[in-house]
């Protein structure tokens, strides 16, 4: 890179963004390719949420930087389920990346566990901004994209629209529930993931 000038250097970064955006739309194609087809199998075992949630929090942490977000844990020593590690992965990763595009710079994300008897809640509170009515029925349908341009939330607005759905359609697959609520634009919005133990 010291051999680069800036110019250079700059259109390399763009073009290396664009590649890895690329890879996910493909990578998300070809998930819901299987997802259709049924051709995605679970290999459950028991793992602690707390693990996993603590290191998705991690490989976000540099997004919520770049945004100036404060990103903020409230969880228990340990949450032990049986769940697919990798694809569960996936679906806290999307919903965490979610919480950080849809939030305004200097906002704040809580991330959650609450666990009783029959199952247990990981919780994404962001102080983002907010989804009407309409929004929220069509969330987690393919494609779902919310429109954002020319709106000036002072959001990410990139994405295809497949992460909440496949993150929903992993979920289904734990026998557990994804769901959200916000009182509309500009208010709270939470995401809660819902794993039954039985």
Same mark, same amino acid.
């Given at each position: 890179m010291d051999e680069i000038g800036d110019e250079a250097q700059k259109y390399i970064e763009i073009g290396h963004r664009g590649c890895l955006r690329l890879k996910q739309l493909i990578d998300n194609l070809l998930d819901v390719s299987r997802l259709d087809a049924k051709k995605i199998g679970l290999k459950l075992q028991k793992e602690n949420l707390i693990d996993l949630l603590i290191d998705c929090v991690k490989d976000m942490n540099y997004l919520a930087t770049n945004r100036q977000l404060k990103m903020k844990l409230d969880l228990p020593n340990e949450a032990y389920i049986e769940i697919d590690r990798l694809r569960f992965?996936?679906?806290?990763?999307?919903?965490?990346? &979610?919480?950080?595009? &849809?939030?305004?710079?200097?906002? #704040?994300?809580?991330?959650?566990?609450? #666990?009783?008897? #029959?199952?247990?809640?990981?919780?994404?509170?962001? &102080?983002?901004?907010g989804l009407t009515e309409k929004e929220q029925e069509q969330l987690f349908e393919k494609f779902g994209k919310m429109e954002r341009y020319g709106m000036d939330l002072g959001v990410d607005i990139e994405g295809s629209g497949l992460g909440l759905y496949i993150s929903k359609e992993i979920v289904d697959l734990h026998r557990g529930k994804i769901f959200v609520e916000s009182k509309g634009r500009n208010k709270v919005s939470t995401f809660t993931i819902r794993l039954f133990k039985k």
């Open positions: 992965r996936q679906v806290l990763s999307n919903i965490i990346s &979610n919480a950080i595009k &849809n939030t305004p710079k200097e906002g #704040e994300i809580l991330i959650n566990l609450v #666990e009783n008897i #029959e199952y247990i809640d990981i919780r994404v509170k962001d &102080n983002g901004v």
